[in-house]
């Protein structure tokens, strides 16, 4: 099967504006395409992940990938999908996101021997001079034709902005300097990006004669149509100090059943006949293949033994068994005991399992707070130092949340 039939197969092409030429040039390794991604923050998350998926596939049939980093965009900002304006950030600020994202981006993209290209679309868009791009760049947009894009449907409502306006623009114009700077012939997004590619190949043909393609990538949402990739604490990063592995690894294991062969065809690289025979899979068969789902993805983002780390944490705290030591964990300090004991409520708040002593007294109150796997509701259970030697307490809120306790210096006697 050729790569681009994999693309399909696999569920992830939503859009194309010509399907014959743009699987022709994948599938002989002939594209040199673009993906765009605004430092908005200082990690690239899962929203982010199926797009890098997608250009390490295409690389590895051959094809160059150019990931553009927003630096100017993002001094914009981006409406699509917005019900509100995005907070403005500083240069400062925007040049130390574009610098994580280059490291994390190194994970799934090889850099090396011009096999792909790092871009900062700030190296054009600031130089700019506004009379100038008015001339050149505004009498090839409709303003009629803008406004019915549906990247703009939803700030309508609540007033949208000149700047944010421009931002179809200014997408428009990266992939017209992209074309002519690296012969870049191709601009992949996400589906709710389309308006903003359309403007882009539109305005190649208009200013240069010349043909460029765009083809969409399907949204990652789960069987509710909600976009995947956020809990209730937020975004699940792929920087691991903002997502632990451990976290990242459960959020995968947590999937729902209907999602779970979806997410195994569109994001990881294990063959469609191994995918295919999960089809029949029910019961348990879908626990085992939920824990590869994380095991794979947990690997490309964090590495094999990160993986296997969060996998053995993962069994110790749900199916027995395993390796504690790589629960997420929190070390008790001298300064958390008094008088050489601890009880629950501190626990629960030093941890970071509770935000506060009331909240964590409703949590033991409510019945949602478990010690070692034992529903506690006594809220004056207190520990001594001792009850943490070795490798300590696992403390349990809720269904998902949990700790390993454990002594980091002797406490205070």
Known sequence: MQVYDELVARGLIAQVTNEEEIKKMVNEGKAVFYIGFDPTADSLHVGHFMALCLMKRLQMAGNK?????????????????????????????????????KKQMSRFIDFSEGKALMVNNADWLLD???????????????????????????????????LEFNYMIMQSYDFYELFQRYGCNMQFGGDDQWSNMLGGTELIRRKLGKDAHAMTITLLLNSEGKKMGKTQSGAVWLDPDKTSPFDFFQYWRNVADADVLKCLRMLTFLPLEQIDEMDQWEGSQLNQAKEILAFELTKLVHGEEEAVKAREAS????????DATHMPSYGLKDEDFRDGTIDILGVLTASGLASSRSEARRNVEQGGVS??????????????AADFAGDGIVFKRGKKNFMRVYLDTPAAE
């Open 128 to 162: 700019l001079n506004y009379v100038e791009l008015l001339r050149e760049v505004g009498p090839h947009f409709s303003v009629n034709r803008m406004l019915t894009a549906e990247c703009y449907k939803q700030r309508m409502e609540r007033g949208l902005s000149f």
């Open 371 to 384: 010690v070692d796997g034992v529903q506690e509701k006594d809220v004056k259970r207190s520990f001594s």
């Open 65 to 101: 990938p150019i990931a553009l980093i927003g630096g100017g965009t993002a001094m914009i900002g981006d409406p699509s999908g917005r019900t509100d304006m995005r907070q403005m950030m500083t240069v400062e600020t925007i040049q130390h996101n574009v610098d994580c994202f």
């Open 315 to 322: 069994k110790a705290l749900f199916a027995g068994g395993g």
